[in-house]
């Protein structure tokens, strides 16, 4: 419902879909965010559960795996860790 293509930071790609989602009359509230990139810090999820997001799909893989995690569980926040990276430089 929202794409943040092309940004270098997964925080401004995620602000991005969930403004343009938004402008489009589209509800966040209960959708899954998925990344094509692991998420380093927190931030992400944390931004996405405030926003409404119900589930999140990610490759993992980052040495702060942990933090999102436990945010996730701490919140009821269903996540998947698919193993998969989704794109090479």
């Not at 419902?1 to 402008?23: P, Y």
């Not at 990139?37 to 931030?43: I, L």
């Not at 702060?64 to 995690?69: F, G, R, T």
Request: hydrophobic fraction near 45%; charge should be neutral.
């Amino acid at each position: 419902i929202g794409m943040g293509c092309g940004q270098t930071s997964r925080v401004d790609a995620l602000k991005q879909a969930i403004l343009k989602a938004r402008h489009f009359k589209f509800n966040v509230k209960g959708a899954v965010m998925a990344s094509d990139a692991f998420f380093p810090f927190p931030d992400c999820v944390e931004i996405a559960y405030e926003a409404g997001v119900a589930a999140v799909i990610q490759p993992g893989g980052s040495i702060k795996d942990n933090l999102s995690i436990d945010f996730c569980n701490d919140h009821d926040l269903p996540m998947v860790l698919t193993g998969f990276r989704h794109f090479k430089h």
